[in-house]
């Protein structure tokens, strides 16, 4: 009898401690908002470090600052500190596209091989000549591998790469959105080279950078105040080299970001506003897609346009609403970020835009998280209920033998195996050929309650494991 009462205080503890841990994350969730939003997201992620920019309605900019740039020499991130902001780059070259669609030196639905001398689309059941700056931009394309890969020196041309690839159409352009990591901005890279005569990047810099004011802005992977990036946990990598830079190679800091940012407002306001439309057939879980840049439609009937980007050791996100000139930027040099950016521009849009800016897809990744947690809960809720109601009913008894011991070796292994795919980088690096990919950082923050749940839900099937059915006499 005295081995069943503490069996049932200990099963009871347990989950009382749940609940009261659970009781108190949604307590400290609905004070969040009347904090500084900024500084409870990193101490919420804690990444390694990360400048932000928010630029406010009469056009102050205001910078914060966390963590290092370099953890190991302790070198704190300043509005000065260099990053790579990965997937914005596609921005920076739509806008530059954009430049010369005004100055009429290309046109947005001109088949874009008659730009290209370089290397052309090549021929195919499809048809070549439907694929256009604007289905380029736009990730409509119909293009195939859109992703980029690990490149050693020297490092072939953006042509070469595209012949290594075999770069060709996999569907009829301009009737299907699919994300192209690399490959469609990489082209449009092509264009301005083969157009200007000018090298991509010596172009971006002369027309695009220095304009601007951008002094820190380029494509390079090394340099002086540039930050150390870091996977999982808080690994230092090392920068792999791409040569599509126009898809997701630009480096830069969170001051030339608060002028490209006003750039773009001002840009919205005076140019012709095509880079701002959305553009046909690019409907997705994502939302819909202008030319480089992403317009989320709010309840309240602003548009904030906003981009994203991630690489290895890198999170980024752009956003800003023109109408009341307000807009923001993180960057940051570490996976752990890898929700902090998007939930920052959340958290920015609710503040000063009066409305949350989402993500769709992440937030339907928070949704199943949400619902595996609730269905996890219900079950191991149920499972400790019936448990407990055939011990106090004298329904189970103590066993003599060890067989429970199955049950821990058992949980033990499903818990190794998740721990193998999910903590460590081989099973990338095996399958895929990435390196430093972790896939715990791509699960939301609320995966640490699913876990307890589950730990929770094994040790209740271990401890029952402590019983059998009382034989009835």
């Not at 600052?65 to 020499?73: H, L, P, Q, T, V």
């Not at 971006?204 to 950078?209: D, E, G, L, R």
Request: proline residues 3%; charged residues 25%.
């Amino acid at each position: 009898m005295e081995r069943e009462v503490r069996t049932k205080r200990i099963v009871g503890g347990i989950l009382a401690m749940f609940f009261a841990a659970f009781f108190a994350a949604t307590l400290f969730w609905h004070g969040e908002s009347s904090k500084n939003y900024a500084d409870v997201l990193v101490q919420k992620y804690k990444p390694v470090g990360a400048a932000m920019v928010f630029i406010e309605e009469d056009g102050t900019v205001r910078f914060q600052n966390y963590g290092y740039a370099d953890k190991e020499n302790e070198i704190p991130v300043t509005e000065d500190t260099k990053f790579k902001i990965a997937s914005i780059s596609k921005t920076f070259t739509s806008y530059a596209i954009m430049q010369l669609v005004d100055e009429g030196r290309l046109d947005l639905d001109t088949p874009v091989n008659k730009y290209l001398t370089s290397w052309k689309i090549p021929e195919s059941k499809y048809d070549e000549n439907k694929v256009t700056l604007r289905t380029l931009l736009s990730h409509t394309s119909g293009l195939s591998k859109s992703d980029e890969e690990g490149y050693t020196n020297p490092l072939p041309t953006v042509a070469e790469a595209m012949e290594q690839r075999e770069i060709h159409l996999v569907r009829k352009p301009g009737v299907q959105f699919e994300y192209s990591e690399f490959v469609g901005h990489g082209i449009c890279q092509l264009v301005i080279e083969d157009v200007t005569g000018i090298k991509f990047e010596d172009y971006m810099k002369q027309y695009v950078f220095e304009p601007l004011g951008m002094k820190d802005t380029g494509y390079e992977n090394e340099g002086e105040n540039f930050a150390v990036p870091y996977a999982g946990n808080g690994k230092e990598v090392s920068i792999t080299p791409i040569v599509m830079n126009g898809g997701g190679g630009v480096t830069t800091t969170a001051k030339d970001m608060s002028l490209f940012v006003k750039e773009l407002m001002r840009y919205y306001e005076e140019g012709s506003k095509e880079m701002f439309q959305v553009q046909k057939n690019t409907e997705s879980q994502g939302g819909v897609y202008a030319l480089g840049i992403i317009p989320r439609k709010l309840s309240n009937g602003k548009t904030v346009y906003e981009h994203n980007g991630t690489l290895t050791g890198w999170n980024a996100q752009m956003a800003f609403e023109p109408e009341s000139h307000n807009g923001m930027v993180v960057l940051t040099n570490s996976d752990k970020a890898y929700y902090m950016t998007y939930e920052m521009m959340e958290k920015w849009g609710e503040q000063e835009i009066g409305e949350k800016v989402e993500d769709l897809q992440i937030k339907e990744l928070h949704n199943i998280f949400f619902k595996l947690i609730l269905a996890v809960g219900i079950c191991t809720a149920v499972y400790a209920f019936f448990f407990l109601h055939n011990i106090r009913k004298g329904k189970l008894q103590k066993r003599d033998d060890k067989k429970y011991i199955v049950r821990l070796i058992l949980c033990m292994l499903l818990i190794g195996i998740y721990y193998f795919f999910a903590y460590t980088a081989i099973p990338f690096s095996k399958m895929f050929g990435m390196e430093n990919y972790y896939l715990f950082t791509f699960f939301p923050k609320e995966r640490g309650w699913l876990y307890i749940e589950i730990l929770v839900l094994f040790g209740l099937w271990i401890l029952k494991g402590t019983y059998v059915k009382k034989r009835m006499i």
